[in-house]
Protein backbone atom coordinates (compact mmCIF):
# COMPACT_ATOMS: atom_id res chain seq x y z
CA UNK A 1 0.00 0.00 0.00
CA UNK A 2 3.20 2.26 0.94
CA UNK A 3 3.41 2.64 -3.01
CA UNK A 4 -0.03 3.51 -3.61
CA UNK A 5 0.17 6.15 -1.09
CA UNK A 6 2.94 8.06 -2.81
CA UNK A 7 1.55 7.34 -6.11
CA UNK A 8 -2.02 9.13 -5.71
CA UNK A 9 -0.03 11.36 -3.56
CA UNK A 10 2.11 12.52 -6.78
CA UNK A 11 -0.40 11.74 -9.32
CA UNK A 12 -3.15 12.88 -8.84
CA UNK A 13 -2.98 16.53 -9.38
CA UNK A 14 -1.79 15.40 -12.95
CA UNK A 15 -3.86 13.81 -13.49
CA UNK A 16 -24.91 -19.45 -6.37
CA UNK A 17 -22.20 -19.46 -9.05
CA UNK A 18 -24.48 -19.55 -12.52
CA UNK A 19 -21.45 -19.81 -15.38
CA UNK A 20 -23.44 -17.88 -18.21
CA UNK A 21 -23.55 -18.26 -21.68
CA UNK A 22 -20.72 -20.68 -22.83
CA UNK A 23 -20.82 -19.54 -26.27
CA UNK A 24 -19.06 -22.29 -27.31
CA UNK A 25 -16.78 -25.44 -25.70
CA UNK A 26 -13.65 -24.49 -25.90
CA UNK A 27 -11.74 -27.84 -23.65
CA UNK A 28 -10.54 -30.47 -25.38
CA UNK A 29 -10.99 -33.98 -24.35
CA UNK A 30 -7.40 -33.68 -22.38
CA UNK A 31 -8.88 -30.84 -20.44
CA UNK A 32 -6.66 -28.48 -22.30
CA UNK A 33 -8.33 -25.54 -23.92
CA UNK A 34 -8.46 -24.85 -27.88
CA UNK A 35 -5.57 -22.55 -28.59
CA UNK A 36 -8.22 -20.82 -30.64
CA UNK A 37 -10.39 -20.31 -27.86
CA UNK A 38 -10.50 -17.55 -24.91
CA UNK A 39 -12.42 -17.76 -21.53
CA UNK A 40 -13.47 -14.82 -20.19
CA UNK A 41 -14.07 -15.04 -16.34
CA UNK A 42 -15.65 -12.01 -14.43
CA UNK A 43 -18.49 -11.02 -12.57
CA UNK A 44 -20.83 -9.28 -14.88
CA UNK A 45 -23.78 -11.48 -15.30
CA UNK A 46 -27.45 -10.21 -15.18
CA UNK A 47 -28.96 -6.19 -15.24
CA UNK A 48 -26.79 -3.08 -14.91
CA UNK A 49 -23.54 -6.05 -15.48
CA UNK A 50 -23.67 -7.26 -18.48
CA UNK A 51 -24.62 -5.31 -21.22
CA UNK A 52 -20.85 -4.28 -21.55
CA UNK A 53 -19.24 -7.31 -21.39
CA UNK A 54 -21.57 -9.09 -24.02
CA UNK A 55 -21.10 -5.74 -26.31
CA UNK A 56 -17.45 -5.94 -25.72
CA UNK A 57 -17.36 -9.75 -26.83
CA UNK A 58 -19.59 -9.23 -29.24
CA UNK A 59 -17.27 -6.57 -31.22
CA UNK A 60 -14.23 -8.66 -30.39
CA UNK A 61 -16.02 -12.17 -32.23
CA UNK A 62 -16.58 -9.81 -35.15
CA UNK A 63 -13.28 -8.39 -35.03
CA UNK A 64 -11.40 -12.02 -34.70
CA UNK A 65 -13.88 -14.61 -36.06
CA UNK A 66 -11.58 -17.04 -35.87
CA UNK A 67 -11.32 -17.37 -31.99
CA UNK A 68 -13.79 -18.56 -30.10
CA UNK A 69 -15.19 -17.46 -26.99
CA UNK A 70 -16.27 -18.58 -23.53
CA UNK A 71 -18.29 -16.18 -21.44
CA UNK A 72 -17.26 -17.83 -17.92
CA UNK A 73 -19.38 -15.05 -15.74
CA UNK A 74 -20.27 -15.75 -12.07
CA UNK A 75 -23.26 -13.61 -10.54
CA UNK A 76 -23.02 -11.50 -7.56
CA UNK A 77 -21.91 -7.99 -7.17
CA UNK A 78 -18.52 -7.42 -6.57
CA UNK A 79 -17.10 -10.53 -6.82
CA UNK A 80 -18.79 -11.92 -4.23
CA UNK A 81 -18.86 -15.74 -5.13
CA UNK A 82 -16.91 -15.16 -8.31
CA UNK A 83 -13.81 -14.33 -6.50
CA UNK A 84 -14.07 -17.71 -4.40
CA UNK A 85 -14.24 -19.73 -7.59
CA UNK A 86 -11.24 -18.27 -8.85
CA UNK A 87 -9.50 -18.75 -5.87
CA UNK A 88 -10.19 -22.64 -6.15
CA UNK A 89 -9.83 -22.94 -9.55
CA UNK A 90 -6.25 -20.91 -9.69
CA UNK A 91 -5.48 -23.15 -6.33
CA UNK A 92 -6.14 -25.87 -8.53
CA UNK A 93 -3.74 -24.82 -11.69
CA UNK A 94 -6.83 -24.98 -13.62
CA UNK A 95 -6.89 -20.46 -14.28
CA UNK A 96 -9.66 -19.34 -17.11
CA UNK A 97 -7.96 -17.86 -19.73
CA UNK A 98 -8.22 -14.23 -18.57
CA UNK A 99 -9.60 -12.72 -15.26
CA UNK A 100 -11.33 -9.60 -13.75
CA UNK A 101 -9.42 -8.18 -11.10
CA UNK A 102 -9.25 -4.73 -9.69
CA UNK A 103 -5.97 -3.33 -10.20
CA UNK A 104 -4.15 -2.35 -6.67
CA UNK A 105 -3.52 -5.00 -4.18
CA UNK A 106 -5.69 -7.72 -5.25
CA UNK A 107 -4.35 -8.06 -8.11
CA UNK A 108 -1.14 -7.87 -6.35
CA UNK A 109 -1.25 -9.10 -3.35
CA UNK A 110 -3.17 -12.04 -4.34
CA UNK A 111 -2.28 -13.34 -7.97
CA UNK A 112 1.13 -11.46 -8.55
CA UNK A 113 2.70 -12.37 -5.21
CA UNK A 114 2.07 -15.83 -5.37
CA UNK A 115 3.63 -16.14 -9.47
CA UNK A 116 0.74 -16.53 -10.48
CA UNK A 117 0.45 -14.38 -13.88
CA UNK A 118 2.72 -13.40 -16.77
CA UNK A 119 4.13 -9.98 -16.99
CA UNK A 120 2.27 -8.13 -19.98
CA UNK A 121 5.00 -5.35 -20.81
CA UNK A 122 5.52 -6.92 -24.20
CA UNK A 123 1.98 -6.02 -25.01
CA UNK A 124 2.23 -2.53 -24.02
CA UNK A 125 5.04 -2.28 -26.00
CA UNK A 126 3.46 -3.88 -28.95
CA UNK A 127 0.43 -1.51 -28.27
CA UNK A 128 2.18 2.03 -27.73
CA UNK A 129 0.14 1.89 -24.41
CA UNK A 130 2.86 3.40 -22.00
CA UNK A 131 1.69 6.97 -22.83
CA UNK A 132 -2.01 5.69 -23.22
CA UNK A 133 -3.47 5.04 -19.93
CA UNK A 134 -2.76 7.25 -16.80
CA UNK A 135 0.44 6.35 -14.73
CA UNK A 136 -1.57 6.31 -11.82
CA UNK A 137 -3.20 3.42 -13.58
CA UNK A 138 0.04 1.66 -14.96
CA UNK A 139 1.04 1.95 -11.24
CA UNK A 140 -2.14 0.16 -10.07
CA UNK A 141 -1.38 -2.93 -11.89
CA UNK A 142 2.44 -3.03 -11.99
CA UNK A 143 5.07 -4.96 -9.29
CA UNK A 144 7.70 -3.05 -10.03
CA UNK A 145 9.04 -2.64 -13.56
CA UNK A 146 6.47 -5.45 -14.88
CA UNK A 147 3.07 -4.50 -15.57
CA UNK A 148 0.35 -7.46 -14.96
CA UNK A 149 -3.34 -6.67 -16.27
CA UNK A 150 -4.71 -4.25 -18.76
CA UNK A 151 -7.39 -1.97 -17.51
CA UNK A 152 -11.00 -1.61 -19.42
CA UNK A 153 -12.26 1.25 -17.18
CA UNK A 154 -12.41 3.03 -13.96
CA UNK A 155 -15.35 3.26 -11.89
CA UNK A 156 -15.94 5.89 -9.38
CA UNK A 157 -16.73 4.46 -5.80
CA UNK A 158 -17.81 7.94 -3.92
CA UNK A 159 -20.96 9.20 -5.87
CA UNK A 160 -24.28 9.94 -4.58
CA UNK A 161 -27.24 9.73 -6.99
CA UNK A 162 -30.63 11.22 -6.28
CA UNK A 163 -33.91 11.65 -7.50
CA UNK A 164 -34.17 14.71 -8.64
CA UNK A 165 -37.97 14.57 -8.63
CA UNK A 166 -37.82 13.85 -5.15
CA UNK A 167 -34.97 16.24 -4.08
CA UNK A 168 -37.41 18.99 -6.29
CA UNK A 169 -40.46 18.27 -4.39
CA UNK A 170 -38.92 18.57 -0.91
CA UNK A 171 -36.49 21.62 -1.92
CA UNK A 172 -33.17 19.70 -1.18
CA UNK A 173 -29.86 21.31 -1.94
CA UNK A 174 -27.38 19.02 -3.06
CA UNK A 175 -25.43 18.37 0.48
CA UNK A 176 -21.72 18.88 -0.08
CA UNK A 177 -20.87 18.19 3.71
CA UNK A 178 -21.68 15.23 5.86
CA UNK A 179 -23.33 17.73 8.28
CA UNK A 180 -25.56 19.18 5.12
CA UNK A 181 -26.01 15.38 5.05
CA UNK A 182 -27.70 15.01 8.38
CA UNK A 183 -29.70 18.03 7.81
CA UNK A 184 -31.46 17.12 4.23
CA UNK A 185 -31.56 13.27 5.68
CA UNK A 186 -33.55 14.42 8.53
CA UNK A 187 -36.10 16.70 6.51
CA UNK A 188 -36.51 13.98 4.10
CA UNK A 189 -36.95 10.84 6.73
CA UNK A 190 -39.45 13.78 8.42
CA UNK A 191 -41.66 14.42 5.17
CA UNK A 192 -41.45 10.32 5.09
CA UNK A 193 -38.96 9.33 2.77
CA UNK A 194 -36.07 7.07 2.78
CA UNK A 195 -32.87 9.40 2.99
CA UNK A 196 -30.72 6.97 1.50
CA UNK A 197 -30.97 3.50 -0.05
CA UNK A 198 -28.78 1.02 0.92
CA UNK A 199 -28.51 -2.95 -0.16
CA UNK A 200 -26.01 -4.71 1.67
CA UNK A 201 -27.20 -7.89 1.22
CA UNK A 202 -23.72 -8.68 0.63
CA UNK A 203 -22.03 -6.53 2.88
CA UNK A 204 -19.60 -4.78 0.34
CA UNK A 205 -22.03 -1.93 0.09
CA UNK A 206 -22.13 -0.98 3.09
CA UNK A 207 -18.30 -0.97 3.51
CA UNK A 208 -18.81 1.91 0.64
CA UNK A 209 -20.22 3.87 2.95
CA UNK A 210 -17.62 3.21 5.23
CA UNK A 211 -15.04 4.14 3.09
CA UNK A 212 -16.30 7.43 1.60
CA UNK A 213 -16.65 8.59 5.30
CA UNK A 214 -13.10 7.99 6.03
CA UNK A 215 -11.82 9.99 2.89
CA UNK A 216 -14.02 12.94 4.35
CA UNK A 217 -13.36 12.52 7.84
CA UNK A 218 -9.56 11.78 7.04
CA UNK A 219 -9.19 13.49 4.46
CA UNK A 220 -7.85 12.01 0.81
CA UNK A 221 -4.23 12.02 2.54
CA UNK A 222 -5.16 10.71 5.87
CA UNK A 223 -7.30 7.66 3.77
CA UNK A 224 -4.09 7.03 2.31
CA UNK A 225 -1.72 7.33 5.27
CA UNK A 226 -4.43 4.68 7.08
CA UNK A 227 -3.90 2.01 4.29
CA UNK A 228 -0.83 2.23 4.35
CA UNK A 229 -0.61 1.47 7.84
CA UNK A 230 1.31 4.80 8.85
CA UNK A 231 -2.77 5.79 10.88
CA UNK A 232 -4.22 3.29 13.08
CA UNK A 233 -7.79 2.40 13.20
CA UNK A 234 -7.96 3.34 16.73
CA UNK A 235 -6.76 7.03 15.77
CA UNK A 236 -10.03 9.84 17.16
CA UNK A 237 -10.39 10.75 12.97
CA UNK A 238 -11.29 6.57 12.44
CA UNK A 239 -13.56 6.78 15.81
CA UNK A 240 -15.54 9.83 14.33
CA UNK A 241 -15.98 8.20 10.93
CA UNK A 242 -17.47 5.03 12.30
CA UNK A 243 -19.48 7.55 14.84
CA UNK A 244 -20.48 8.98 11.47
CA UNK A 245 -21.36 5.20 9.44
CA UNK A 246 -23.34 4.95 12.13
CA UNK A 247 -25.56 8.11 12.11
CA UNK A 248 -25.81 7.51 8.36
CA UNK A 249 -27.57 4.37 8.93
CA UNK A 250 -30.08 5.61 11.02
CA UNK A 251 -31.86 6.92 7.53
CA UNK A 252 -31.21 4.32 5.33
CA UNK A 253 -34.15 1.49 4.70
CA UNK A 254 -35.44 -1.01 6.83
CA UNK A 255 -35.01 -4.01 4.98
CA UNK A 256 -31.48 -3.10 3.70
CA UNK A 257 -30.69 -6.37 4.36
CA UNK A 258 -32.68 -8.54 1.94
CA UNK A 259 -31.65 -5.99 -0.74
CA UNK A 260 -29.03 -6.27 -3.24
CA UNK A 261 -27.37 -3.21 -4.89
CA UNK A 262 -29.74 -3.24 -8.06
CA UNK A 263 -32.82 -3.54 -5.61
CA UNK A 264 -31.41 -0.87 -3.54
CA UNK A 265 -30.81 1.51 -7.08
CA UNK A 266 -34.86 0.69 -7.63
CA UNK A 267 -35.52 2.58 -4.45
CA UNK A 268 -34.50 5.49 -5.91
CA UNK A 269 -35.33 5.23 -9.37
CA UNK A 270 -39.52 4.66 -8.13
CA UNK A 271 -38.54 7.49 -6.01
CA UNK A 272 -39.38 5.40 -2.64
CA UNK A 273 -35.30 6.61 -1.75
CA UNK A 274 -34.22 10.06 -2.26
CA UNK A 275 -29.93 8.88 -2.52
CA UNK A 276 -27.84 6.09 -2.81
CA UNK A 277 -24.15 6.09 -2.63
CA UNK A 278 -23.02 3.40 -5.67
CA UNK A 279 -20.49 2.59 -7.39
CA UNK A 280 -21.42 4.32 -11.28
CA UNK A 281 -22.57 1.02 -12.64
CA UNK A 282 -25.43 2.18 -10.94
CA UNK A 283 -25.73 4.79 -13.39
CA UNK A 284 -25.33 2.07 -16.32
CA UNK A 285 -28.00 0.20 -14.41
CA UNK A 286 -30.15 3.30 -14.70
CA UNK A 287 -29.84 4.37 -18.48
CA UNK A 288 -29.32 0.98 -19.68
CA UNK A 289 -31.77 -1.48 -17.71
CA UNK A 290 -34.59 1.08 -15.82
CA UNK A 291 -34.54 3.84 -18.52
CA UNK A 292 -34.18 6.35 -16.72
CA UNK A 293 -32.28 9.68 -18.17
CA UNK A 294 -29.13 11.26 -16.94
CA UNK A 295 -29.56 14.48 -15.54
CA UNK A 296 -33.42 14.70 -16.07
CA UNK A 297 -34.60 11.75 -13.79
CA UNK A 298 -31.35 11.61 -11.56
CA UNK A 299 -28.55 13.60 -11.14
CA UNK A 300 -25.29 13.33 -9.55
CA UNK A 301 -23.20 14.98 -6.55
CA UNK A 302 -19.37 13.64 -4.75
CA UNK A 303 -20.08 11.57 -1.61
CA UNK A 304 -20.53 14.82 0.90
CA UNK A 305 -16.99 15.55 2.38
CA UNK A 306 -15.45 14.11 -0.58
CA UNK A 307 -15.94 16.84 -2.84
CA UNK A 308 -12.42 16.86 -5.17
CA UNK A 309 -11.44 13.45 -4.20
CA UNK A 310 -11.74 10.21 -6.42
CA UNK A 311 -12.11 6.83 -5.55
CA UNK A 312 -10.73 4.72 -8.36
CA UNK A 313 -12.30 1.12 -8.79
CA UNK A 314 -10.39 0.04 -11.63
CA UNK A 315 -11.28 -3.64 -13.51
CA UNK A 316 -8.35 -5.16 -15.18
CA UNK A 317 -7.35 -8.80 -17.02
CA UNK A 318 -4.54 -10.37 -17.05
CA UNK A 319 -2.35 -13.23 -18.37
CA UNK A 320 -2.32 -16.36 -16.05
CA UNK A 321 0.49 -18.50 -15.61
CA UNK A 322 -0.06 -21.90 -17.24
CA UNK A 323 -2.64 -21.77 -19.80
CA UNK A 324 -2.87 -22.93 -23.13
CA UNK A 325 -4.16 -20.43 -25.61
CA UNK A 326 -1.75 -17.55 -24.53
CA UNK A 327 -1.88 -15.94 -28.45
CA UNK A 328 -5.62 -15.73 -28.17
CA UNK A 329 -6.00 -14.01 -25.37
CA UNK A 330 -3.11 -12.23 -26.06
CA UNK A 331 -5.50 -10.54 -28.76
CA UNK A 332 -8.60 -10.53 -26.52
CA UNK A 333 -6.31 -8.26 -24.19
CA UNK A 334 -5.36 -6.38 -27.06
CA UNK A 335 -8.24 -5.58 -28.05
CA UNK A 336 -9.79 -4.95 -24.21
CA UNK A 337 -6.89 -1.99 -24.52
CA UNK A 338 -7.78 -0.45 -27.46
CA UNK A 339 -10.03 3.04 -27.72
CA UNK A 340 -12.78 0.40 -29.67
CA UNK A 341 -12.67 -1.94 -27.15
CA UNK A 342 -13.06 0.42 -24.01
CA UNK A 343 -15.64 2.65 -25.75
CA UNK A 344 -17.96 -0.43 -27.06
CA UNK A 345 -17.77 -1.20 -22.95
CA UNK A 346 -17.61 1.97 -20.82
CA UNK A 347 -20.67 3.90 -22.15
CA UNK A 348 -22.72 0.65 -21.35
CA UNK A 349 -21.09 0.23 -17.81
CA UNK A 350 -21.06 3.10 -16.66
CA UNK A 351 -17.65 3.53 -16.11
CA UNK A 352 -15.36 6.17 -17.76
CA UNK A 353 -12.44 5.05 -20.43
CA UNK A 354 -9.15 4.01 -18.90
CA UNK A 355 -7.19 4.92 -22.48
CA UNK A 356 -6.74 9.10 -22.01
CA UNK A 357 -7.59 9.39 -25.73
CA UNK A 358 -10.91 7.94 -26.25
CA UNK A 359 -13.45 9.31 -27.57
CA UNK A 360 -15.83 11.45 -25.23
CA UNK A 361 -18.42 12.32 -27.66
CA UNK A 362 -19.19 8.38 -26.90
CA UNK A 363 -20.15 9.21 -22.95
CA UNK A 364 -23.50 10.76 -21.72
CA UNK A 365 -22.99 14.29 -19.31
CA UNK A 366 -21.94 12.21 -16.19
CA UNK A 367 -19.24 9.69 -18.36
CA UNK A 368 -17.89 13.38 -20.02
CA UNK A 369 -18.36 14.80 -15.97
CA UNK A 370 -16.69 12.52 -14.94
CA UNK A 371 -13.68 12.20 -17.26
CA UNK A 372 -12.88 15.49 -16.31
CA UNK A 373 -13.14 15.19 -12.60
CA UNK A 374 -10.64 11.95 -12.85
CA UNK A 375 -8.11 14.19 -14.88
CA UNK A 376 -8.36 17.10 -11.66
CA UNK A 377 -9.11 14.92 -8.61
CA UNK A 378 -7.24 13.73 -6.01
CA UNK A 379 -7.26 9.99 -6.44
CA UNK A 380 -8.17 6.85 -3.70
CA UNK A 381 -8.26 3.66 -3.87
CA UNK A 382 -11.45 1.91 -3.10
CA UNK A 383 -11.31 -0.72 -0.14
CA UNK A 384 -14.22 -2.31 -0.82
CA UNK A 385 -13.31 -3.01 -4.29
CA UNK A 386 -10.18 -4.58 -3.78
CA UNK A 387 -7.86 -1.84 -4.53
CA UNK A 388 -6.37 -0.31 -0.99
CA UNK A 389 -5.99 -3.76 0.87
CA UNK A 390 -5.53 -7.55 0.28
CA UNK A 391 -8.40 -9.27 -0.13
CA UNK A 392 -7.84 -10.76 3.25
CA UNK A 393 -7.82 -7.33 4.81
CA UNK A 394 -11.46 -6.74 2.93
CA UNK A 395 -12.75 -9.61 3.68
CA UNK A 396 -12.31 -9.35 7.29
CA UNK A 397 -13.61 -5.42 6.70
CA UNK A 398 -16.59 -6.83 5.34
CA UNK A 399 -17.20 -8.78 8.13
CA UNK A 400 -16.73 -5.69 10.51
CA UNK A 401 -19.14 -3.65 8.34
CA UNK A 402 -21.58 -6.08 8.26
CA UNK A 403 -21.49 -6.68 12.08
CA UNK A 404 -21.32 -3.06 13.00
CA UNK A 405 -24.47 -2.28 10.75
CA UNK A 406 -26.48 -4.40 13.38
CA UNK A 407 -24.93 -4.15 16.61
CA UNK A 408 -23.44 -0.06 15.94
CA UNK A 409 -21.09 -1.04 18.81
CA UNK A 410 -18.12 1.16 17.93
CA UNK A 411 -15.39 0.14 20.08
CA UNK A 412 -16.35 -3.49 19.18
CA UNK A 413 -15.95 -2.34 14.70
CA UNK A 414 -12.48 -0.16 15.95
CA UNK A 415 -11.11 -3.12 17.63
CA UNK A 416 -12.05 -5.45 14.78
CA UNK A 417 -10.55 -3.15 11.67
CA UNK A 418 -7.51 -2.65 14.44
CA UNK A 419 -6.82 -6.21 14.83
CA UNK A 420 -6.82 -7.14 10.87
CA UNK A 421 -4.77 -4.41 10.39
CA UNK A 422 -1.59 -6.57 9.99
CA UNK A 423 -3.41 -8.25 6.92
CA UNK A 424 -3.61 -5.09 5.04
C1 LIG B 1 -17.14 -3.94 -8.71
C2 LIG B 1 -16.67 -3.94 -10.14
C3 LIG B 1 -17.67 -3.26 -11.01
C4 LIG B 1 -19.08 -3.76 -10.77
C5 LIG B 1 -19.39 -3.86 -9.29
C6 LIG B 1 -20.72 -4.46 -8.95
O1 LIG B 1 -16.25 -4.64 -7.89
O2 LIG B 1 -15.44 -3.28 -10.19
O3 LIG B 1 -17.31 -3.40 -12.36
O4 LIG B 1 -19.26 -4.93 -11.43
O5 LIG B 1 -18.40 -4.56 -8.62
O6 LIG B 1 -20.73 -5.82 -9.18
Redo the contacts with the bound molecule.
Sequence with gaps: MKKFYSLFLLLSLALVVSACSADSKTDSSDGSKDKNSVEIFS??TGAG?EEGLLALIDQFKENYPDIKVENAAVAG???TNAKAVLATRMQGNDPPSTFQV?GGEELNKSWVAADKMTPLNDLYEANGWMDKFPEALIELVSNGDDIYSVPVNV?RGNVMFYNMDVFNEHGIDVPTTLDEFFVVAEKLQAAGVVPLALGDKESWEATMIFENVLAAELGRDGYLQLFAGEIDFTDARVVAAAEKFGKILDYVNEDHASRN?QDSAQLVAEGKAAMINM?D?AKGYFVNDLNLVTNQDFGYFAFPGTVGDFAV?T?TFGLPKGIDNVESTKEFLTFLGSVEGQDVFNPL?GSIPARIDADPSKYDDYGKDTMEDFKTAQLFPSLA?GSAASEGFVTKANQAVNIFVTQRDVKNFIDSLQNAAPDM
Excluded: L, Q, V
Design positions: WWEGAGHHWGWIDKH
